[in-house]
């Protein structure tokens, strides 16, 4: 089972920051969280990923609350083309990393 | 094109009928997943391999499914005898899977699957 909770759909205005959140609660000290996004009838696509402190890099931003029990993914600015579902997951990575994908969030981005 | 490839995009077979199929991952990438996903879901894992060992299979992977990575490069994914119930996207993906780096998972565009 995912170990993720995320909100089953958000809505954002065009040009917008799009901030979605992620509960991860039960996380473990060497897991990391990654987020990916699934455009309609394509595979999921790798978008970031962190372990404790925050990232960035050209398509988004990861926070990772201190005690890393949640975290949220910042687009900066949303398109339409940024209209997908996201997936937050929590994985090893590495050597022993499957991902366990939840449901995610869908995005709608709106003109 | 050096990204993950699946071959076919599409496949439509009658119940009860075998189908094999293929995925090339990103060359220099020695570990290699398969997903499955259904409509409405998330991919759910299969299994995966490390060059050309199996390492993990679910527990979905029932007998009915076969996957080989003959020389750590391609990999087949076969099911016999299918069901109506297999009727999904087949997700294959690769990483560079490095035993102390956390790498990400480049995704291929996935196999349609209809049983009918």
């Known amino acids: 089972d995912a170990k993720t909770t995320q909100p089953p759909s958000m809505d954002c205005a065009e040009g917008r920051a799009a901030n979605l959140p992620c509960n991860h609660s039960t996380i473990s000290g060497n897991e990391y969280v990654y987020w990916y996004r699934q455009i309609h009838s394509q595979g999921p696509q790798y978008i970031i990923h962190g372990l404790k402190n925050n990232e960035t890099n050209e398509m988004a931003s990861l926070i990772i609350t201190e005690d890393r029990k949640s975290s949220t993914l910042i687009l900066p600015h949303a398109t339409l083309r940024d209209t997908a579902v996201y997936y937050c997951?929590?994985?090893?990575?590495?050597?022993?990393?499957?991902?366990?994908f939840g449901k995610g969030t869908k995005l709608s981005v709106k003109p | 094109d050096t990204g993950v490839s699946q071959n076919p995009r599409h496949k439509i077979t009658k119940r009860g009928q075998n189908v094999t199929f293929r995925c090339d991952p990103i060359s220099e990438h020695n570990r290699l997943y398969w997903y499955r996903q259904t409509l409405g879901q998330g991919p759910e894992f299969l299994t995966y391999f490390q060059n050309e060992a199996q390492l993990e299979k679910s527990r979905l992977l029932s007998d009915r499914f076969s996957a080989e990575r003959p020389k750590g490069s391609f990999s087949t994914l076969e099911i016999q005898r299918t069901e109506q119930g297999d009727s999904a996207m087949y997700l294959c993906a690769s990483s560079l899977g490095q035993t102390k780096k956390n790498t990400e998972a480049f995704f291929g565009q996935g196999t349609r699957l209809t049983v009918v």
């Open positions: 997951i929590v994985s090893y990575g590495g050597s022993q990393g499957n991902l366990i």
